[in-house]
C-alpha cells in the first residue's frame, strides 16, 4: 500500500495578500490594436472581450476612442475584490461607441452581459443597436454602472435582476425599449436589494412599445434602494413606477426627480393579489405636463386584482399642469385610485398641486388616507370615480412660482405656501438641498413650506470694497427682481433705493459707487 501523504493548509498571509492585490494592472484596448498584443498603451488589444476574459481583481482597462462591434455579448469573466475593483472605462467620456448590431444578442442578455460577478465598474462607454438590452447585470453583486450612455435597444437601456448592492449613476438613456413582446423599462431593477438609481437622463421614446417602455421601474421584490435627481421626460409610458408586482416590496424612496411629458409622472402600484407594496417615500419630486396623472398610487394589475399598498407617503411635492394630454381629457394631480381596503396609511401632506386638468388631489376612497396641508390651484369640482379630496389645513390659492411659464417653480416670497407646511414626516432637505424649514416669512419661527422647493429669503454673502465703491452680494433665486436699499443710521426708516436687479444665477451682485468714507447699512428685498 502506496503511503499516505498528508497536506497542511497554511493561512493566507497579509504580506502574501498583499502581492496579490499589487499585481493589479492597467491595459488598453483600441480599434487598431491586436488581441495577441500585450495589451500595453503602446500595444494595446483590439477587443473588450480580450479584456473582459483577461481582467481580474484591481485591473483597469482603458477603452481608446473609435467604434467597436462585437460578435457576441461581452461577458466580464472575473470579479473583484472590496478592495480591488475591476473597472472597464472610456479612455474619454463619450467617445466609445459599443455597436450591438451584429453580436447577436439574446433575450435577458446585453451588449455588455455582467453575470455572476462582484466589484465590477463600467465607466463612459456608449451602447447602441441592441437586440436586447445596453448592459444587463444578473445574479451579481457590489456594480457600478457610471456615465455611460445606451441608445437604439430593444429592450432596457440598462437592466439589473438578482442583484445586490447596485448603483446606476449618471447615464443617458435614449430610444430604449424599441422591440416587441417583453421590452422591460428603460431602467430596470427586477428583484434587487441596496439599489441607487441617481443623475440618469431617461428619455426618447415617443413611440408605443411593446409590453414595458416605462423611464425607471423597481420592481419585484427590489428592496431598499433610492431613485432620485434623475430626468425622465418623452416617454410613452409614465416615468417612474414602483411596482411590488406579486411580490413583497419595501423602503424605497423616490426623491429629487424632475419627470414631464410620459404617460403618468411617478406611480407606484402592488400588481396581483400577492404583491404587497410598504415603506416607500416619494419626496421633493417636480412633476409637470404629463398626459394622465402627476403622482399616481394606482389600481394597476394584469388580473384585475391589485395587491396591498401600506405606508406610502407623498410628501412635499410640486405637481403641475397634468391630465391634459389624452383623448379621454382624463387626469390630473395627485389621484390615489388604489380601492383595496388592507391598504392603508397612505399620507398626502405638504404638495402644491396646481393647475392640473380635471383635479387637483383626488381619491376613489377617502378613507384609506391622510391628506392635510397642502396647497391646490385650479379645478377642484370633479366628482365621478375619483373625488376631489384637499384634506385638512390645506390652502388653496395660485402657488406664485417664480415663473411657471419657463418651469421654474421656486417659491417667490409672497407665496402662501411660505411656511404653511406640516412638520410630520416632512424632508430635512428641499430639492436644492436646502435645509428644511427655513424661516422664510421672516417672523423668527422657521417651519416647512408646501412643495418641491424652501423658500429662503435673500441673503447678503459679501461686502468687498473697490475702487470708488463697495461691491455687494447676495443669494437668490433666478428670474427673481430685488431691491437692494442703503440708510445711513440703523432703525431710521428712510431706507434709499439703491438698484433694481433681475437675478440670472442663485447670486446677484451690485456695486454702491458711494463717496469715499460714508457710512451705509444695506439690505435686499424681493421686488
Not at 111 to 131: E, K, P, Q
Not at 275 to 285: A, K, S, T
Request: proline fraction near 4%.
Amino acid at each position: 500500500m502506496p503511503q499516505r501523504k498528508e497536506m497542511r493548509l497554511l493561512p493566507l498571509s497579509a504580506s502574501l495578500l498583499a502581492v496579490c492585490i499589487a499585481r493589479a494592472a492597467t491595459y488598453y484596448v483600441a480599434t487598431d490594436g491586436d488581441d495577441s498584443n500585450p495589451g500595453t498603451e503602446s500595444q494595446p488589444w483590439r477587443t473588450i472581450q480580450k479584456a473582459a476574459a483577461t481582467l481580474v481583481a484591481g485591473d483597469t482597462v482603458y477603452i481608446k476612442p473609435g467604434v467597436y462591434a462585437p460578435t457576441s455579448p461581452i461577458y466580464p469573466a472575473n470579479s473583484g475584490q472590496s478592495n480591488a475593483w475591476i473597472t472597464y472605462a472610456a479612455l474619454t467620456n463619450g467617445t466609445v461607441t459599443v455597436d450591438g448590431s451584429s453580436a447577436d444578442v439574446q433575450t435577458d442578455e446585453g451588449i455588455f452581459y455582467i453575470v455572476d460577478c462582484a466589484w465590477i465598474r463600467v465607466c463612459g462607454l456608449r451602447f447602441i443597436n441592441s437586440g436586447y438590452a445596453g448592459i444587463s447585470v444578473e445574479s451579481s453583486r457590489h456594480i457600478v454602472l457610471e456615465n455611460n450612455s445606451t441608445s437604439n435597444t430593444d429592450a432596457s437601456g440598462i437592466m439589473v435582476w438578482a442583484c445586490d448592492d447596485v448603483v446606476i449613476r449618471s447615464n443617458e438613456i435614449r430610444r430604449a425599449c424599441r422591440g416587441s413582446g417583453d421590452v422591460g423599462e428603460c431602467i430596470t431593477l427586477d428583484d434587487t436589494t441596496n439599489f441607487v438609481v441617481s443623475y440618469n437622463h431617461v428619455f426618447d421614446v415617443p413611440d408605443e412599445p411593446g409590453n414595458g417602455g416605462e423611464g425607471i421601474d423597481a420592481k419585484e421584490a427590489s428592496n431598499n434602494g433610492s431613485i432620485h435627481h434623475n430626468y425622465v421626460h418623452d416617454l410613452y409610458r409614465l416615468g417612474i413606477y414602483v411596482d411590488a408586482y406579486g411580490s413583497h416590496q419595501s423602503n424605497v424612496e423616490v426623491y429629487a426627480n424632475v419627470v414631464h411629458h410620459c404617460a403618468d409622472g411617478i406611480a407606484v402600484s402592488a400588481e396581483l393579489p400577492a404583491g404587497f407594496l410598504r415603506d416607500v417615500r416619494i419626496y421633493n419630486n417636480v412633476v409637470y405636463e404629463n398626459d394622465y396623472n402627476g403622482i399616481i398610487v394606482s389600481d394597476y394589475s394584469d388580473d384585475g386584482s391589485e395587491g396591498v399598498k401600506q405606508d406610502i407617503y407623498v410628501i412635499n411635492n410640486t405637481v403641475f399642469s397634468n391630465g391634459y394630454d389624452n383623448a379621454e381629457d382624463w387626469g390630473g394631480g395627485i389621484l390615489v385610485a388604489t380601492t383595496n381596503p388592507a391598504s392603508t396609511n397612505i399620507v398626502v401632506r405638504n404638495n402644491i398641486a396646481s393647475e392640473n386638468n380635471c383635479w387637483q388631489i383626488a381619491a376613489v376612497r377617502t378613507n384609506l388616507l391622510q391628506v392635510d396641508h397642502n396647497l391646490v390651484f385650479g379645478r377642484t369640482d370633479y366628482a365621478e370615480d375619483e373625488f376631489e379630496f384637499d384634506g385638512s389645513f390645506s390652502i388653496t390659492g395660485d402657488p406664485r412660482f417664480v415663473s411657471a411659464a419657463t418651469r421654474n417653480f421656486h417659491l417667490r416670497g409672497s407665496s402662501p405656501a411660505v411656511d404653511a407646511g406640516g412638520a410630520s414626516r416632512a424632508p430635512t432637505n428641499d430639492a436644492d438641498a436646502v435645509a428644511r424649514p427655513q424661516d422664510g416669512d421672516l417672523d423668527g419661527n422657521p417651519a416647512w413650506d408646501i412643495g418641491a422647493f424652501e423658500y429662503r429669503p435673500p441673503e447678503m454673502t459679501s461686502l468687498s470694497l473697490k475702487t470708488g465703491g463697495v461691491c455687494l452680494s447676495w443669494s437668490c433665486y433666478s428670474g427673481l427682481t430685488y431691491r437692494t436699499e442703503w440708510i445711513s443710521v440703523l432703525g431710521s426708516s428712510g431706507w434709499n433705493l439703491l438698484g433694481i436687479t433681475t437675478a440670472v444665477n442663485s447670486t446677484a451682485t451690485l456695486t454702491d459707487n458711494s463717496p469715499t468714507g460714508a457710512v451705509r447699512f444695506y439690505r435686499v428685498v424681493e421686488q
